[in-house]
């Protein structure tokens, strides 16, 4: 396909799928939009149509809680050794929904995303309100769960899994209150995976069919029979079998579908990694619609010789972009790019990946500023009004001349009050905690949790210094991470420096080591949110654990989980209030 005929038939689908997201019939994600929509800004990029794009109400984006993985899949010829090698299985139904989380304070809802690419999801917060009860304890949770629809009346779309994302798309509440969410995991939770259930059932809530497996010898007759057996009126695709923490998904191997490449398209992610993505002929998998499937890396083209005319089985998991099970055919028009799509520099190599290591790559910058504001509770402002008001770098974010709410307001999608909220939002980024600001930096597979761990060995003012071994020395990172952290860390030291300049200031965190190696379990409501007792804790030295031979105190207030408690005493772990917690941090 010439260009010209590239950008007509992107153009055309950009609107099909624009007025079908304004009917309220969205066939596709807002990540596979996004794709066509970049490919047309780079084919085309003055293309009236992105304009008219630019000026549509994106839906407000928000951090997930915690990193939400997707599960692996094992197939079916090795799913009997994985089960060889694991003991005490339990298995939960895989439902075909939507991905959510929603977090509940004191029984109200606070928040709640759907998983998005997983770091990021969309802010569904108001919708979930309208068909998740409220829930009957005072506790501070954050439940995982999938969104299903149930019945057979569809309102409209292909499917029940459409629908959901139709509904929760919409901009007003029409159906919303059809829909439901079966729950099946404590974000954070730090216990077993019955103990979730178990919990969450004890709030009141619904949950995934589950069960605790004994006899694992007639599982795979089981989960097969289950499979061909369906009988729920709602989707599930396979089951989640599990084992401590190891999960994986197992489902009957009908969804791969055979189709041919047209083209790859190399995107530049937040830290210059070139990510393929295929676009192929488009098939359905399971009534959906597929254009693209992810392609892993550059080393995987490569190796298979991938490129337009491939021929490649597809399959689709559960929600994100669908990816190749198998190559069937190479392509004689193989070849790997050599110059960044973005910003034209001459690519480098990095294991597997090519690299974009121009520094100033504005499609790298954009990423970066993104995840920066995100991590830092900014949120609201979409990368197309960045665009829009030329924000090239972080250091523009603190620019009055260039953030402004004039300009915010003038380039359209956003009202002045909007924009206030946003400029208020940046500055408060420089009143922020260390570990805050090093999450927002956004290094590779580096995530708070990370950047908790190294900040209670080092100050911040350190971590550009850090050597390789310093790093490994920290429990959790290896020899992948400790390299990414170091080369990514570097450029980092000059932002930090401006930021200073700017005002940053730290929120005081004592660090003591008063709790120095003894490890903690809270359950049960204190006096104060538990996250205020877990920081203290952690910045006097401590660690937090849950009860197991290891634990040194079991903390318990008004209303603790009762079988930590019961579980906390045959271990003969010493259970305290909150009056000895604080005399302990003392
Ligand atoms: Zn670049």
């Known amino acids: 396909m010439s260009n010209q005929n590239r950008i007509e038939f992107l153009v055309k689908e950009i609107k099909h799928h624009r007025d079908l997201y304004y009917n309220e019939q969205a066939e596709i994600s807002d990540a596979e939009f996004d794709i066509m929509e970049k490919e047309l800004r780079n084919l085309d990029p003055a293309n009236k149509l992105l304009k008219e794009i630019g000026a549509s109400p994106k839906r407000s984006k928000i951090k997930n809680p915690t990193f939400l993985g997707s599960l692996d899949k094992v197939s079916m010829e090795k799913f009997p050794e994985w089960l060889s090698k694991h003991d005490d299985i339990l298995i939960s139904e895989k439902l075909d929904g939507m991905s959510v989380w929603i977090e509940f304070d004191k029984g109200s809802i606070l928040k709640a995303g759907t998983r998005g690419d997983g770091q990021i999801g969309e802010d569904i917060t108001d919708k979930v309100k309208t068909f998740v009860p409220e829930i009957k304890s005072s506790k501070h949770v954050i439940l995982r769960g999938e969104a299903i629809l149930k019945g057979d009346e569809l309102y409209g779309y292909k499917n029940r899994r459409n629908a959901v994302a139709g509904i929760l798309n919409r901009d007003d509440n029409k159906n919303v209150d059809k829909l439901s969410v079966k729950f099946y995991t404590v974000i954070d939770g730090k216990q077993t995976v019955e103990c979730d259930f178990l919990f969450i059932e004890s709030l009141g809530l619904p949950v995934a069919e589950w069960k605790h497996i004994g006899d694992k010898t007639k599982l795979q007759k089981q989960l097969d029979h289950l499979l061909d057996n369906k009988d729920q009126d709602y989707d599930i695709d396979g089951y989640v079998v599990q084992s401590g923490d190891e999960k994986i998904a197992y489902k009957h191997d009908s969804e791969a579908v055979e189709t041919e490449v047209e083209n790859i398209e190399w995107n530049v992610t937040r830290t210059g990694r070139i990510q393929p993505v295929l676009n192929v002929k488009p098939i359905y998998i399971t009534g959906i619609e597929v254009r693209n499937a992810t392609a892993f890396n550059a080393k995987f083209i490569r190796d298979n010789r991938l490129g337009k005319g491939s021929k490649v089985s597809i399959v689709r998991a559960n929600e994100v972009i669908p990816y190749i099970e198998k190559v069937l055919s190479e392509s ?8 960044c799509p973005s910003c034209g520099v001459e690519l480098g190599r990095n294991g597997v990946d090519l690299v974009c290591l121009n520094t100033s790559c504005y499609e790298q910058n954009i990423l970066k500023i993104m995840h920066f504001m995100l991590n830092l509770d900014v949120e609201g402002m979409s990368d197309t009004t960045l665009r829009k008001i030329s924000v090239n770098t972080i250091y523009d974010l603190y620019d009055p001349e260039i953030i402004n709410v004039k ?14 909220r946003i400029i208020d939002e940046i500055n408060k980024t420089l009143l922020t905690t260390p570990v805050k600001l090093l999450a927002a930096f956004g290094i590779s597979n580096f995530s708070e949790k990370m950047a908790q761990k190294l900040l209670q060995n080092f100050k911040f003012d350190q971590i550009f210094d850090l050597t390789y071994a310093n790093l490994i020395d920290i429990e959790g990172i290896g020899p ?27 929120i005081e965190q004592k660090t003591t080591d008063t709790l120095k190696g003894k490890s903690f379990c809270i359950t049960g409501t204190l006096s104060k949110p538990r996250k205020e007792f877990e920081t203290m804790i952690v910045n006097s030295g401590g660690r937090l654990g849950s009860v197991s031979k290891k634990l040194d105190y079991l903390v318990t207030g008004s209303s603790a989980t009762q079988h930590k408690v019961e579980k906390a005493k045959q271990l003969a772990i ?13």
Request: proline share 6%; charged share 25%.
């Open 332 to 339: 004689p028009d193989y070849k790997l790019p050599k110059i």
């Open 407 to 420: 300009r915010i307001a003038a380039v359209g999608g956003l009202g002045t009050t909007s924009a206030t």
């Open 480 to 506: 992948n991470k400790a390299q990414d952290f170091l080369n990514e860390i570097v450029p980092w030291k000059k932002t930090y420096e401006f930021l200073k300049s700017k005002g940053l200031k730290f």
């Open 574 to 586: 010493p259970i305290i209030d909150e009056s000895k917690l604080i005399s302990l941090l003392k």
